[in-house]
């Protein structure tokens, strides 16, 4: 599986932006999609993950950080993940990874090479 995240930019605080990442390759073993972060100093974070198949397909999980303003989605062919971010607060500003893992795997192993997100105050 391939992943190839963007759609980063430079965004004023309280904006939207939309980030997307194009998947290919094995797309019907995967299981889950996320969106990652990771901002200077700290530790990367889950932002948002949607399950893709079985009986939990189309649950998503926000942590609360996120919670109210990001959204995850995914197109019916599978092979794009969005994550649409709105009241971006200077906080948000970090590099953006998409991931995904098949039916099993207990961590993500596919990763995208990340998109900059940077949100002025």
């Known amino acids: 599986v391939q992943l190839q995240a963007f759609g980063g930019g430079l965004v004023q605080a309280g904006g939207s932006l939309r980030l997307a990442c194009r998947v290919s390759g094995t797309i019907s073993a995967i299981d889950v999609l996320a969106w990652y972060r990771r901002a200077p100093g700290k530790q990367q974070e889950l932002v948002a993950q949607?399950?893709?198949?079985?009986?939990?397909?189309?649950?998503?999980y926000y942590p609360d950080s996120v919670k109210g303003r990001f959204v995850i989605s995914r197109n019916n062919a599978g092979n794009m993940v969005y994550l649409q971010m709105a009241s971006l607060k200077s906080e948000d500003t970090a590099v953006y990874y998409c991931a995904a893992k098949f039916r099993g795997d207990a961590e993500y192993k596919y990763w995208g090479q990340g998109t900059q997100v940077t949100v002025s105050s």
């Open positions: 949607i399950t893709t198949s079985g009986s939990a397909r189309g649950r998503t």
